[in-house]
Nanobody
Framework: QVQLVESGGGLVQAGGSLRLSCAASGRAFSIYPMGWFRQAPGKEREVVSCISDRDNNVARYSDSMKGRFTISRDNAKNTVYLEMSSLKPEDTGVYYC????????????????????WGRGTQVTVSS
């Protein structure tokens, strides 16, 4: 089973930037599509972005994050990143990294229910 640990969250002013990291255990990391999600206080967890496995150079973004967030992965380091810029107070929330269980890899999806292993999250707070 893959374990995920997020880091890089913190307090930032509106308009600022942060880079989140998600470190994964396990040798098969590179075949799993990975995603970032977030949950604001009192709201449901929503998808932010996803990135496909090592053989597919495909990344997807929720419409509200396009142009501001960039997802990437370094399979040699078993790590997925989320670069966030032009942050807004409404970006505040707990950010979670998650992976799709795909024994043969594939293109990632923006469907929360497809993700079967999750990290514990990292808090991002954007002040106005």
């Amino acid at each position: 089973q893959v374990q995920l640990v997020e880091s890089g969250g913190g307090l930032v002013q509106a308009g600022g930037s942060l880079r989140l990291s998600c470190a994964a255990s396990g040798r098969a990391f590179s075949i799993y599509p990975m995603g970032w999600f977030r949950q604001a206080p009192g709201k449901e967890r929503e998808v932010v972005s996803c990135i496909s496995d090592r053989d597919n150079n495909v990344a997807r973004y929720s419409d509200s994050m396009k142009g501001r967030f960039t997802i990437s992965r370094d399979n040699a380091k078993n790590t997925v990143y989320l670069e966030m810029s032009s942050l807004k107070p409404e970006d505040t929330g707990v950010y979670y990294c998650a992976g799709e269980w795909r024994p043969y890899g594939g293109i990632c999806t923006l469907t929360k229910g497809r993700y079967s292993f999750w990290g514990r999250g990292t808090q991002v707070t954007v002040s106005s």
